[in-house]
């Protein structure tokens, strides 16, 4: 449960984050920033404080999708895993058809993908943010924060688009998501 509510944390804290950005103007000379950079900024340095303990949690967790199996580029076996599980989607993809959206090793690996993006795009931002790199860093770190952002939405898109498709074909995945015992 608590995974789940880490998640949706998460979750809320990006959309906010995605959407808002939509809409500010940053500081520039002569000009201050506006309501929606100001509320960028107070939302990453919620959104960082919530990635921080999204980050504990998956560390101290038990029972539940291990560090290794986000991140399986470490471990030959389960790079196994993932390879043989894309051909798995490949083959059924072909037949147009999904593999179940159980906890699977391509799924989990795309996971940690996500929870990396996420991870890159708070850091790239709060740094600059709270004064912790030079300026000329500053400045690099803002666009490496631009582009993480980009992948965020093509991940975010594509994360909802195949939980809905799921949903589509039948397999009862978004009542999973939020119930208790799911």
Known sequence: MVTKIMHALLLITVVHQLAVSLLMEGPRPGRSADIFFTLHEY???????????????????RGETKLG?????????????????????AT???????PAADDRPLASAIHGLGLLTVTLMALTGVLPAVGLVSPGSGQ????????FANLMWAYLIAHAGLAVVHEVIGERVLPKMFSKNG
């Open 92 to 98: 059924e993809l072909r037949r147009r058809r999904l």
């Open 140 to 147: 690099l770190l803002i666009s490496t924060h631009k582009l």
């Open 69 to 89: 199996a986000l991140f399986p580029w470490f471990s030959g076996d389960r790079i196994k895993a993932v390879v043989a599980d894309l051909r798995l989607h």
């Open 43 to 61: 939302g990453g340095y919620a959104a960082f404080v919530v990635l921080c303990v999204f980050w504990i949690w998956s560390i101290v967790r």
